[in-house]
């Protein structure tokens, strides 16, 4: 895989990963101001904190890939 390649595919992980987390914290909000469950908000918060997790491991990634 090319340099530029690499670049682009690190690109669109990070992109992905923070639109995940974006996604999974919105819905917590709909879900709090809703009066929702909080089985569902507990259930949620802990995919957030998963999912940021693996953005932070794809961040710190993509940094040391594109710039070696």
């Known amino acids: 895989m090319r340099t530029s390649e690499?670049?682009?595919f690190f690109q669109y992980l990070s992109?992905?990963?923070?639109?995940?987390v974006?996604?999974?914290?919105?819905?917590?909000?709909?879900?709090?101001?809703?009066?929702?469950?909080?089985?569902?908000?507990?259930?949620?918060?802990?995919?957030?904190?998963?999912?940021q997790a693996i953005a932070i491991v794809v961040l710190m990634a993509a940094f040391y890939f594109t710039h070696r």
Not at 15 to 20: G, V
Not at 30 to 48: A, D, E, I, P
């Open 15 to 20: 992109y992905i990963a923070t639109a995940a």
């Open 22 to 51: 974006a996604v999974v914290l919105l819905m917590g909000l709909v879900n709090m101001f809703r009066g929702g469950s909080s089985n569902t908000s507990q259930k949620l918060m802990r995919w957030r904190v998963g999912l």
């Open 6 to 8: 690499r670049n682009l």
